[in-house]
């Protein structure tokens, strides 16, 4: 049976059967339909995508109708992990006009929303400047990071301390405490980064620090939605 060569989300080379990769499409779909409610993919979609997965080219296309959005996470940062050094906004022209992005995202080296409140003027001439040299929308991307609310370096005494500690009365009025301070940081973010131009906010790696990180997350949607109405707004869960 013909061996079929692809790749990782890393990047690393795989091989798989034919029958392999049917296996991987149709549980993911099912996967897809179950975690979002939608219907899963029909046969012929299913067979479509096995065609486009299984052919020999090295590049390979779609039909005109059959796209998807191309959109990069925190695409001026991971250049730079590449060895490739140059401005912050260049990296978002690369990615617009040569490696086809449909949405742009822009983001501090230091990827929290309370660390990003220091420098936000600095981080809102950035954003006009890219917004005069980009086409396509263009997000902010942070992490809502309530571990940075932590003592010794934040306000807060830490949960994860206290709880072996049976301290549990203490840990949940510190996580109480640290929710009030990062939705204020990333209302403040977002409102001044909007208000500068940026079409929206994603809040990356959402619940990274658990189910508190997730609701200061959804507080802060809640105000910024109803501040502006039009925002677009992206939660990106980490994993």
Request: with cysteine; net charge negative.
């Amino acid at each position: 049976m013909q061996k079929i060569y692809t790749r990782m989300g890393d990047g690393s080379v795989t091989e798989l059967s034919e029958s392999e990769l049917k296996q991987d499409l149709e549980e993911g779909t099912r996967d897809a339909a179950e975690r979002g409610k939608i219907p899963p993919l029909s046969e012929d979609e299913l067979s479509y995508l096995f065609d486009v997965y299984s052919s020999p080219a090295r590049f390979v296309g779609v039909d005109r109708g059959n796209e998807v959005i191309l959109s990069y996470d925190n695409p001026n940062v991971k250049i730079r992990r590449r060895g490739v050094l140059i401005h912050r906004v260049v990296a978002l022209q690369i990615f617009e006009k040569l490696l086809g992005a449909d949405t742009l995202e822009l983001g501090h080296t230091d990827y929290s929303f309370k660390l990003v409140k220091i420098p936000i003027a600095f981080e809102q001439t950035e954003i006009e400047q890219a917004l005069l040299l980009t086409t396509v929308p263009l997000l902010y991307g942070s992490m809502p990071n309530l571990g940075l609310y932590t003592q010794p370096d934040g306000p807060c005494p830490n949960p994860m301390e206290l709880l072996p500690q049976g301290k549990i009365a203490e840990a949940r009025a510190s996580q109480e405490e640290m929710i009030e301070y990062a939705v204020k940081d990333m209302v403040y973010v977002g409102s001044a980064l909007y208000e500068s131009g940026v079409d929206g906010i994603d809040f990356d790696t959402t619940a990274a620090a658990g189910d508190t990180d997730f609701l200061a997350t959804l507080r802060a949607i809640e105000i910024l939605r109803k501040r502006y109405p039009q925002m677009c707004i992206e939660v990106g869960m980490s994993g």
